[in-house]
């Protein structure tokens, strides 16, 4: 078995409000840090796994994203990186 | 004043405890998706200013990173991307 890096990154679709993000702009505008930005909160998972083939890695890692981190209604997910040790 | 794009991200320094990721594993397990794994969980904020220059504008993330969005003790933060619109 081959060890396998990924990184995914979730977030919430554009559409939808992120109140943590706009509790984060509301902070910075409170401690006068600054005005005028915007701020999208995500998540993201960096994960080892041992799998016999980079097709079977990619395929459980699909699976995870889907059904445990992210919620399809409301959320998106992307691999960002992807490492063969 | 230009706009300037940051993307950073956080995460649990490496010798403190992450149950979130820790979470995850035992899920994934348990739905038999993968017994093999090691996950490790952090946050990013994909965010937008407007400035004067690049300097003013790098001065304010590293304000809001180390005062908002951080426990320094706990947590490290990255600079992820950066870009000038």
């Known amino acids: 078995m081959k060890e396998f890096i990924f990184k995914i990154s979730t977030k919430l679709k554009d559409e939808i409000k992120d109140p943590e993000g706009e509790v984060v702009e509301k ?22 796994i041992l ?25 998106v997910y992307k691999i960002e990186n992807f490492e063969e040790l």
Chains 1, 2 share one sequence.
């Open 27 to 48: 902070i910075a505008q409170r401690l006068d840090i600054c005005k005028n930005f915007k701020v999208k909160k995500g998540k993201f998972y960096e994960i080892s």
């Open 51 to 75: 799998a016999n083939s980079k097709k079977e890695a990619c395929e459980k890692i699909e699976e995870l994203a889907q059904k445990i981190l992210i919620n399809p209604v409301v959320e």
